[in-house]
């Protein structure tokens, strides 16, 4: 989590950025995490830095630090996430809640906050990070169709995306999103991404 602090309703302190992992983006990674492990037997490393505590500005300088770290201890690592939650500027009451909608789907009668997917074509392996999001997109569409929100392709930053030929920045609704919908969603996405990597080794 490049931005760990980033929160979900009914947290809204500090601009939607709180340290209680109960309400930010940590709480959406430890689920996500746990199905993995848990259905589908995947080894998983969940950093919980708080790569955005001291400096914001510092935040991918300090994940980039963490990802050589985690990738030099654990030779096996193949796939690198980086899980976020969106954020924008809120103009007024209508575009909150058009916002709000936006953002936000049904999923078996139960809100689930939807998911975009970043990559960015400053990285080398573009055409590689762009066959994953593409896949992964595809599988939340056949699972859960309407998870899905958008991709969003970069086209200065690098995100540290480099490392790994199956790495994504993914965001999890918007702060508008209650705790409950993004944590609903890590548990699909949980499903999409297991199944996602059991295609790929096959």
């Known amino acids: 989590h490049s931005h760990a602090t980033e929160s979900y309703m009914p947290s809204t302190e500090g601009n939607y950025h709180t ?15 746990k199905v993995l492990q848990d259905k589908y ?31 030099a201890k654990n030779k096996s690592i193949k796939v690198i996430l980086d899980i976020h939650r969106d954020a924008f500027t809120i103009k007024d ?8 909608n936006e953002y936000t789907t049904a999923i078996n009668g139960k809100n689930a906050a939807r998911v975009m997917l970043v990559i960015s074509e400053a990285n080398p392996n573009y055409k590689e990070l ?20 958008r991709t969003d392709k970069k086209t200065r930053s690098k995100y540290n995306l480099y ?18 919908e993004a944590n609903y969603t890590a548990e699909l996405l949980g499903d999409v991404l297991g199944e996602v990597l059991k295609d790929l080794q096959k």
């Open 163 to 180: 490392f790994s030929d199956y790495s994504c920045l993914i965001e999890v609704g918007c702060m508008l999103n209650t705790i409950d």
């Open 19 to 33: 340290l209680n992992d109960r309400y930010n983006v940590i709480s959406v990674g430890k689920i996500m995490t």
């Open 41 to 71: 037997k995947y080894k998983v490393v969940h950093d919980k830095t708080y790569h955005d505590k001291d400096s914001y500005a510092y935040s991918y300088t300090n994940s980039l630090a963490t990802i050589k770290q985690q990738t």
């Open 93 to 100: 009451d209508e575009h909150r809640k058009l916002k709000k």
């Open 130 to 149: 762009e066959k994953f999001a593409a896949y992964i997109k595809k599988k939340m569409d056949k699972l859960y169709p309407g998870l899905y929100l």
